[in-house]
């Protein structure tokens, strides 16, 4: 065999691995417990204080903010909007919206600029639960400014961590897909993202009501929707612990985890995103913020990266292409077919669950060559400087912020 046709075999054998030993990461069967199954009483419901931190998002306030004000929660439950210095009038739009759709009462308040080493988004949530915790509320609802949840939203979430001893509840809100850019580019998002992180490990021993006691192997949250018990998050520190993050929402859930507390995520059904991304600059810049600082901005972590999707995404079509063209011999171009198989059929349970055309299944390793090129458009940001630039703040490289 050539060499093209040992490094398909390679591929091949890789995609069988992911396929069977990655904790079945392409399922999508992860879903928030059922309300009805829980052994919980539910006469007696906790408080919740809904956290939502909010920089320049007047253009979907009006989508998401009046869907947490509706909430249909029997308990005690408020909204604390914390603006981050926004320029777009979004605390006085905030303001605007309780008065038009009443619900759930609404505190708007305003930390200042962020201290030095804290980010943006976990300065504005130190501020919001610290206005929270005034109230002594049992369960913290962080979610973004622009996700959008069905009236009982809140309630499947705290039901399900109340019922089950779950300390950390996170759903990964179902994105926006309308344009052609995000039909191609953003189920990827979650598959890639399941992929590093399969639920099914995060989830051992929590959130189906038939624990069994095993050992997480990976850790992660969404950071648009997640139920956090208070004395979990007083416990673990949370955000003074995380406050140097970028990837928050994985740093939160494994401060949970240090902490002693159980975590569960999984797909949402009724939580979405209603922020657009029409093109692929904005899709871009969305991946390309923060993709190195997920490698801990290591050389050697993003030569690996690129050697791995070019070994499991790049490879099988290269090799499929390389043999009709007769540039490659008969082992490469079938192992290249089967990996690129294999891969596809991966890929069809979340395009199923985004409702998208299965014809996008063979186009992953476009995306994955997109996302590659994303990753290394982050790193060379990094090095000029520039690092995970949102919403008019750059984050280089956080330092540590003073105790308090």
Not at 36 to 48: C, F, M, Q
Request: overall charge neutral; aromatic content about 10%.
């Amino acid at each position: 065999m050539g060499t093209l046709a040992w490094i398909a075999v390679v591929s091949l054998a890789v995609w069988l691995w992911l396929l069977l030993g990655q904790g079945f990461f392409w399922r999508t069967d992860q879903r928030l417990p059922r309300r009805e199954a829980a052994p919980w009483a539910y006469d007696d419901w906790p408080s919740v204080a809904i956290v939502v931190p909010a920089r320049d998002e007047a253009a979907v306030l009006p989508e998401s903010l009046p869907s947490l004000l509706r909430q249909s929660y029997p308990g005690e439950a408020e909204v604390i909007l914390v603006d981050d210095g926004s320029t777009d009038g979004t605390g006085a739009l905030a303001h605007e919206l309780s008065e038009r759709y009443g619900g759930l009462p609404l505190t708007v308040a305003s930390p200042g600029e962020p201290e030095h080493g804290w980010t943006g988004k976990l300065w504005a949530l130190r501020h919001g639960i610290a206005l929270a915790r005034a109230g002594d509320p049992e369960y913290l609802l962080l979610t973004d400014a622009d996700i959008a949840h069905e009236p009982d939203s809140l309630s499947d979430l705290v039901a399900a961590a109340h019922a089950h001893g779950i300390d950390l509840v996170s759903q990964m809100a179902r994105l926006r897909v309308a344009t052609l850019w995000e039909r191609l580019v953003v189920p990827a998002f979650v598959y890639f993202f399941a992929q590093l992180y399969p639920f099914r490990w995060i989830n051992r021993g929590a959130g189906d009501g038939k624990a069994d006691g095993g050992r997480a192997l990976a850790t992660a949250a969404a950071g648009g929707c997640v139920l956090l018990r208070t004395s979990t998050a007083v416990r673990a520190g949370i955000p003074w612990s995380v406050r140097q993050s970028l990837i928050d929402d994985v740093a939160v859930a494994r401060a949970v985890r240090r902490a002693g507390g159980r975590v569960w995520l999984g797909l949402a059904e009724r939580v979405d995103s209603v922020r657009p991304y029409p093109r692929l600059a904005d899709l871009w810049h969305m991946v390309s913020r923060s993709a190195y600082a997920q490698l801990r901005h290591s050389p050697v972590l993003l030569a690996g990266t690129v050697a791995g999707l070019s070994l499991v995404y790049l490879v099988p079509p290269v090799a499929v292409f390389a043999g009709v063209c007769g540039a490659g011999d008969a082992v490469a171009r079938w192992a290249g077919l089967a990996a690129w198989a294999v891969m596809a059929g991966t890929y069809v349970p979340i395009l199923r669950y985004y409702r998208q055309t299965l014809w996008l299944a063979p186009l992953l390793p476009v995306t994955a060559l997109l996302y590659l090129l994303m990753t290394v458009d982050s790193a060379l940001r990094h090095y000029r400087g520039r690092g995970a630039a949102w919403k008019g703040r750059t984050y280089a490289r956080p330092e540590a912020a003073p105790d308090r």
